[in-house]
């Protein structure tokens, strides 16, 4: 059985930064795509960041993250990172990690090829 734990939300000032982790259990995400999506009250889950399973690490923002966000992954710890710098009110969301359905390549922006996902970490950006 597949586990992703997330961790590292909080309540943080405008133009302060988080780091969000992803411990999985039970699959090696060596070879999969690892995802964070994002989900504001009132709108659809987006997706924010990807990083492929290739030893390459090929990594994919939205746009509105781009400069600001780092997403990583420890391969001995089986865990991913999303670092967020410089952050602003409308980051304002639960945030939420997922691992792909099948092993590279897929889409990594679409929501349907990722098959396991977290709880969810709030993260809230104080104006």
């Known amino acids: 059985q597949v586990q992703l734990v997330e961790s590292g939300g909080g309540l943080v000032q405008a133009g302060g930064s988080l780091r969000l982790s992803c411990a999985a259990s039970g699959r090696s995400l060596s070879q999969y795509t690892m995802g964070w999506f994002r989900q504001a009250p009132g709108k659809e889950r987006e997706f924010v960041a990807s990083i492929s399973g290739w030893s390459g690490g090929r990594k994919d923002y939205v746009d509105s993250v781009k400069g600001r966000f780092t997403i990583s992954r420890d391969r001995a710890k089986n865990t991913v990172y999303l670092q967020m710098n410089s952050l602003k009110p409308e980051d304002t969301a639960v945030y939420y990690c997922?691992?792909?359905?099948?092993?590279?390549?897929?889409?990594?922006?679409?929501?349907?090829?990722?098959?396991?996902w977290g709880q969810g970490t709030q993260v809230t950006v104080s104006s």
């Open positions: 997922a691992t792909a359905q099948r092993p590279d390549p897929i889409n990594s922006r679409f929501r349907s090829e990722y098959a396991y």
